[in-house]
Every structure is written in structure tokens, then in C-alpha cells.
């Protein structure tokens, strides 16, 4: 028979975002201890001390177009990160709506009565398991910059970033000695539900410090916690679908509306200008020939 870790560490998915949000944004020590790793890792600045602003979990999702479960996270300096796991690839233009995530949290911040000089830096740290960016590289950090990739603004001035993490970039067979502190944790979320059954999550689990970090975290959740993840998290998603599909429905609506209105106003166009032909003396049959149209549907046109 599995031990009970054994069965725990096979239900556990990080790639879940209730699960990501509960492992990392919890108000305890394993959860606090298991953040502090991640943005360490990811941002590649030391991280001390960090405040999670939105642990709770959402309770009434029924209504919501798009559910936030990111963590909101708030360094000692008053950085402000807003952490995210986006498994599913929604029909939602994903990198408009993660500058969007940007230029809210940025406008977030209380002025009045200070500088601009004195906003604090905003992150968007977003990972996701699909293919968006052009290039080789797994993490991408952007700001804003001109066509030459010239900086608007001094680097040490920068105060808006957004850092991508696209986790199928990952070489998966990549031997893990080879492997830097990124990669071994991308692994980790993409395999730690098959625990020691996977050889690299085996040797990472003895004897890396980082994963061991994330792994004592994973092992706080009970097996039912697991289960109530997955349940919310197939729920959500589920309301996404039926929210997504009720706007393909409205905006098929809005297509066929327009293309009436596109069609009335064409039968306008046309009836203006059968009338302007007879008002110059043309005969209804004349009119007839020249529109390729019978004497009757023209009759039907100036009603």
C-alpha cells in the first residue's frame, strides 16, 4: 500500500490555480516560507520579508467573467507583485489582459498630497504553459521601451514590469544537473504530482533546499484539502466556459444585428435613388432592366 505522502504528493497539482493561490498565499509559515522561495527564484532579488494582501479564497465565483486568483504580494519596501498561474488558455487576448492586470495595480497607488517620484515598483509575475513570446527564453521581463529598445525611463527609475514565465518552453529532458534554480522549479510545478515515481522530482526532493521548501508546503494539505481544490478548480473553469460561450452568443447577436442594419440601410440607399430616377422621368421598366430587380420587388422598395 502508498504511504499517505504518496498519495498526497499524486493529487497535488501546482499547475491548478486554487491550488497555486492556496500553496503559496495561505497565512502560515510553510506557505509564507514556500512564497518568499518562489519570488526569490523568479524575480532574482532577495526577498526578506512578504505580506500577502488577498489570501482569501474566492467564495461566489457563479457571476464573475473572469475570477481573479492571483496573490497580491507586498515586500517589505512596499513592491507590489501580482502573482498568477494561467493553466488554461482562454479565447481572452492573454497579453492585453496581463498589461491590463499592470496598469491597474500601477493606478492603485495612493498620491494624493506626494510625487510621482514617489510610486512604489509594481510586477505582474504571470506563469502560464503555452507559447506566446518570440524567442528562446522562458522568463521575459518587459517595460516600457521604444522601437530601438531604448528605456522611457532610467532602470533604477522603472517602476512597471511585467515578467513572464512560459513553463512549455521548458526542455523537460534537460539532465537536472544542468538545470538552474528556474527549471528546476518549473519542473517541480509541471511534476510534482507524480512524486517520487519521477526521478528528477526524487532527487530534488532529497536534496534541493528550494524544493525541499515547496514539498514541506505541499505535504500541509491534507488529502480532502486536495479534493476541494480540484472540485473548485473544475467548477471554475466550467463557469469560464459557460461565460465565455454566452459571449460568442451576444456577439453573434450583435453580427446579425449589424448585418440587418447594413442591409436596411443599403434597401435605403436604393429606394432614394429609384426614387430620384423617377422624379428625373424614368419609366418603372426602365428602372427595372437597369437594377436587375422585377417591377414588383421595386414596388416593395417604396413602401
Not at 50 to 56: A, D
Amino acid at each position: 500500500m502508498p504511504t499517505r505522502n504518496e498519495v498526497l504528493i499524486r493529487s497535488a497539482n501546482l499547475l491548478n490555480d486554487f491550488a497555486f493561490k492556496y500553496v503559496f498565499g495561505e497565512d502560515c509559515k510553510e506557505a509564507n516560507d514556500a512564497l518568499k522561495s518562489l519570488l526569490t527564484v523568479f524575480l532574482e532579488r532577495s526577498v526578506n520579508k512578504v505580506v500577502v494582501k488577498n489570501s482569501e479564497m474566492v467564495k461566489d465565483y457563479s457571476k464573475m467573467k473572469s475570477p481573479r486568483l492571483d496573490l497580491l504580494v507586498e515586500f517589505d519596501d512596499r513592491t507590489t507583485v501580482d502573482l498568477e498561474m494561467q493553466l488554461r488558455q482562454t479565447k481572452d487576448n492573454l497579453p492585453i489582459r496581463f498589461s491590463y492586470y499592470l496598469a491597474r495595480l500601477h493606478g492603485l497607488q495612493e498620491l494624493e498630497g506626494k510625487y510621482y517620484g514617489e510610486l512604489k515598483e509594481t510586477i505582474v509575475l504571470v506563469f502560464f504553459n503555452v507559447n506566446l513570446i518570440d524567442n528562446h527564453r522562458m522568463c521575459n521581463t518587459f517595460t516600457l521601451r521604444n522601437e530601438e529598445g531604448l528605456s522611457f525611463v532610467e532602470e533604477s527609475q522603472d517602476r512597471m514590469k511585467l515578467r513572464t514565465v512560459e513553463m512549455a518552453k521548458l526542455d523537460v529532458n534537460k539532465p537536472l544537473k544542468d538545470m538552474n534554480e528556474q527549471e528546476k522549479m518549473i519542473y517541480y510545478f509541471l511534476n510534482c504530482h507524480k512524486g517520487m515515481d519521477d526521478s528528477k522530482i526524487k532527487v530534488m526532493i532529497e536534496s534541493d533546499g528550494v524544493i525541499q521548501m515547496l514539498e514541506k508546503r505541499v505535504e500541509t494539505i491534507s488529502d480532502d484539502g486536495w479534493k476541494k481544490i480540484i472540485e473548485d478548480f473544475q467548477k471554475l473553469h466550467e463557469n469560464e466556459e459557460r461565460m465565455e460561450l454566452q459571449l460568442e452568443i451576444e456577439e453573434a447577436h450583435k453580427q446579425v444585428e449589424e448585418a440587418h442594419k447594413q442591409v436596411e440601410q443599403k434597401n435605403q440607399e436604393i429606394k432614394q435613388m429609384i426614387q430620384l430616377m423617377l422624379t428625373n422621368g424614368m419609366s418603372l421598366e426602365f428602372i427595372s432592366k437597369l437594377l436587375s430587380k422585377s417591377e414588383s420587388e421595386i414596388m416593395d422598395l417604396l413602401r
